[in-house]
């Protein structure tokens, strides 16, 4: 095979990045000591240097932002992490250290230099952390603090009716929104058919749900949180994390803000909408940490989609969100995906000539046996003629 056969795109914690060049440096640990009355010195061979890897790294394009903040917000995180080296393959590394470059001359690209390190396994045991477990619990902690947020930014008792409709018109979308999602098909397993009818029951609730005093918001801010959890319960692993972010669709208008009353009904729309947004984002970070990925760049497309998401909120967050939206997605950014899922990559391969499903599969895999997970992958219309000269998915 050639070079170009072998040459990977370059990615680290899944972020992907173009290299310009790179250098990499290593050698031995030498201690020179001299030697008195003696012309010659004794060196003592100490093991060998961890490998330093130097790259010359850009993102470019018409939207580099969000590319440029996602780099950034890899190599800032904790820690090890995987190296995708267009040259040298996947090493597990540290980042020592970068900078990053962006010129009025260059529009719409920012350049980085960067330093790692290569990680080794230590001598001394090390602490693991359970990343699944710390995502569970940063994405509770960001629940609670949003529940006591909530209650103390609304305004329910002594108001009018419109006012208080602040609350209900999000509630009440949601609700429907969620009914609307339910499984057409039934179900054999008893608990699903229970978790789907309290998701049923619970949905019905928000969508009729009115706000007539500060326990009754207690109560449905409780029910929102039961809602998402039973949707990951209940509804098919392709449409959760659709399902889960759907409350983007809820449309709220806001009045021009003339009386006292009026600026009251719309920090209540603002305090509910805020809720449900942290309530998503929180069971969208617990499904992660729970889902069979078909391969790595799918839990790195996922992860991102939700960074994205978090990244939206942090904007308009206040200060306790703030932290804990940060929290989480430094959490996120560490554990999904998650090392010991060993997850196969997306190779691409190109045919010369048609042929069929079974000759690729046995050229690629050394069997036969996988012909019908490349049609299903590359949505091929008929198993025994694959198209030449177009790019086909593969898993490694």
Known sequence: MSWRDNYQQASFRGVPFFVENHELSGGRKNAFHDLPYRDQGFTEDLGKKNKTFTISAYVLGKNYFEDRDAF???????????LVHPYLGIKTVHCDSYRALEESQSGGVARFSITFIEANTGLFPSQIINFNNAINDSALSLISNSKASFLENVSVNNVPDFVRQGINDPVNQLGSLLQNSMPKTSFIDQGLINQSARLNDVSRKLSVYSATDYDSVSIISDDISTAFELAREVLPNGSIMGTL????????????ETTANIVAENLNKRATLDYIDSVSIANQAQQLTVTDFNSYEDAVS???????????????ADDQKFNDLKDLKAKIMQGVPNEAQSLPRINTVSLNYRQNALLTSYSQYGTAARDQEIVDRNSCSHPGFLPASTDLETLT
């Open 245 to 256: 972010k759907n409350y983007k669709n809820i449309d709220v208008s806001y009045l021009v």
């Open 72 to 82: 950034l917000d890899a190599l800032d995180v904790g820690g090890q992490g995987e």
């Open 302 to 316: 996922q992860r991102q989609d939700l960074v994205a998401q978090i990244d939206t909120s942090i904007k308009t």
